[in-house]
């Protein structure tokens, strides 16, 4: 039946999606990674080209847009706009986190949705992939200008959620403080205590142990495993990492821990370098207690300088970790991190590296770790607290952060085997687009013209 090659076929869908979503720069960036790289899963399964697999995965099932009416403190009506983009349900029920920032779009929330359908069925946790959020800037807005946020927001999105349908976590802006304002919403509006329909919750009320650190904790993991490969560790390593938030925070404790040393972080205002080694409970005092600014952390730390308006990405390192937001590393930021001698890149954040960044990373022979594989920790972590909500069950820290580098060892090693199966033996970005891909296309198939 197949007559078009895959090449043709990728470029075809690229077309129409082009065509659809001319005005989407980061929903386009992120579908041509992935189709761009899988040409080789079609040629082995053609099936899939004659199910029409690409047409329909480049389409979400559901988009939810609307608006949200808030008062703030001053009794002044606020308008925001809210997303919810279910992706795929074909291995599970959607899920995906909640973004809260003025950068928020539908691009953006399009491309997030995206990725995580290949991210989630890489941790083989069963679950589909979703993204939503809203334009809202917590920064700087009250306890209670946050929760009438995010009651108002839950209101409206609750009838498209559920522990079988959609289960959102946190993201960007997304913390502890507003995921149980939305989940106390969602229960009051229900009147259904349904712990498994949000993840991230606090530990004492239905959240998972190693949630909180997972993402920043398997981004490092993911390192781990990729310089086993050729007989190395972390040990002894200086490492950079960018962005101030859950994933960066979690990501330098858990470098610290073995045995290397983390030496940056950043917020949107510039970067501080540490020779010592960030001081993980002041960088958490002042960034989730406080929510200051980085500049402050040089402040109080004797030897810290604070670089204002850069990217820390020209400070020599061993191994970085780009864990602030997409396409915040640039060709020119790679090609310093070569001309530095970095070893290994996992992106912590969805989507930090530019095209031209990664093409000049992995000319160099870098190690570099996609996204959808290196960050995947987080939302493992959410299955594993969905199932322990479903079991009425809570396990331990150290029992939790055994089985989340278990998963990190298990998406390391399909994403390297995919890439040797396929012909692009140490290349991260194909492996893990060409196994999370044909999981979720097989699942397709067998399930119809859905």
Known sequence: ??????????RLVLDTVEARNPHEPEFLQAVHEVLESIAPVLDTHPEFVDGGILERIVEPERQIMFRVPWVDDSGRLQVNRGYRIQFSSVLGPYKGGLRFHPSVNLSIIRFLGFEQIFKNALTGQGIGGAKGGSDF?????SDAEIMRFCQSFMSELYRHLGEHTDVPAGDIGVGAREIGYLFGQYRKITNRHESGMFTGKGVQWGGAEVRTEATGYGAVFFVEEMLAVHGETLHGKRVGVSGSGNVAIYAIEKAHQLGATAVTAS?????????????????????EVERGRISEYAARRPGATYVEG?????????????????????????????ANGVRAVAEGANMPSTPEAVEVLQGAGVLFAPGKAANAGGVATSALEMSQNAARQRWNFDDSEAKLRGIMANVHHAAFTAAEKYGRPGDYVAGANCAGFERVAHAMLAQGVI
């Open 1 to 10: 039946m197949t007559t078009l090659t895959s090449n043709d076929t990728v």
């Open 310 to 338: 850069e990217r820390p990405w020209h400070v020599a390192v061993d191994v970085a970790v780009p864990s602030a937001t997409q396409n915040e590393l640039d060709a020119d930021d790679a090609r310093a991190l070569v």
């Open 267 to 287: 917020d949107s205002s510039g970067y501080v370098l540490d020779e010592a080694g960030i001081d993980v409970d002041l960088l958490r005092q002042i960034k």
């Open 137 to 141: 800037d917590p920064h700087g807005r």
